[in-house]
């Protein structure tokens, strides 16, 4: 069974300061997207990712791609409220309907 | 309307009742999606319809029935549910069957919001 855990599960920051989540498995996918929930809404999707250790930035937020496409990570540098919500790490595979979602990182900063 | 619609929003329901969930897309999208996302549990994929057909069950029990007339109209139809099944109901779609491309984006909507008492 195909698993993604991502950590921390929760976070509560200032505005302005930097973070990192992480999104981990054993398995290798073909691409790996991130996605951005906040509260009443559904989830929206941020980037997409398909090389091994290829690197998006997205203005102050930046995706990486692990080089055997089993993790992957979100930087977010100064952030501010807007940044608020629930990050979700979606593992896809070539050809499939199928991806599967991480457990979630509920981020919230704090002005 | 744009994007993907979904109603009604919140629904409270008794276990003997039935109702139905509705979901529709503006994307002009061919395969349409429900997930069920629970306070606990990842995001989980039920069903998957591509050009009204559906491809995908995610070994969901029968008291879940979903219904594609259309491109564009998704249904899931509820009945006899359990507390347990109490989570928010996502609808999404995307542009078409993936015939060997490495991803595809998924537009979601708002979600249903669903209590079984």
């Known amino acids: 069974t195909q698993l993604l855990e991502q950590s921390p599960q929760f976070l509560s920051i200032q505005e302005g300061e930097n973070l990192t989540v992480y999104c981990n498995s054993s398995?290798?996918?073909?691409?790996l997207q991130w996605y951005r929930q906040e509260p009443g809404e559904g989830p929206v999707l941020l980037v997409t990712?398909?090389?091994?250790?290829e690197v998006k930035k997205l203005k102050r937020l930046t995706f990486q791609f692990g080089d055997a496409r089993k993790d992957s990570s979100l930087h977010i540098t100064a952030a501010q409220p807007g940044d608020t919500g629930l990050y979700l790490c979606?593992?896809?595979?070539?050809?499939?309907?199928?991806?599967?979602f991480g457990t979630g990182t509920r981020l919230k900063v704090l002005a | 309307e744009t994007g993907v619609t979904q109603t009604p929003r919140h629904l409270v329901m008794g276990m003997t009742n039935k109702k139905s969930l509705k979901c529709e897309q503006h994307?002009?999208?061919?395969?349409m999606y429900w997930y069920k996302q629970s306070a606990k549990k990842p995001l989980e994929l039920m069903f998957v319809?591509?050009?009204?057909?559906?491809?995908e069950n995610n070994s969901v029990p029968s008291r879940f029935s979903p219904e594609c007339p259309n491109s564009s109209h998704l249904f899931l139809h509820l009945h006899t549910l359990q507390p347990e099944d109490s989570a928010l109901y996502l609808c999404?779609?995307?542009?078409?069957?993936?015939?060997?491309?490495?991803?595809?984006?998924?537009?979601f909507g708002p979600g249903t919001r669903l209590t079984v008492t």
């Open positions: 999404a779609s995307s542009q078409d069957q993936p015939r060997g491309q490495i991803f595809y984006e998924q537009y």
């Open positions: 979606a593992g896809g595979t070539s050809g499939t309907y199928k991806y599967i």
């Open positions: 990712v398909v090389t091994g250790g």
């Open positions: 994307l002009g999208h061919n395969a």
């Open positions: 319809y591509n050009f009204k057909e559906q491809t």
């Open positions: 398995s290798v996918f073909s691409s």
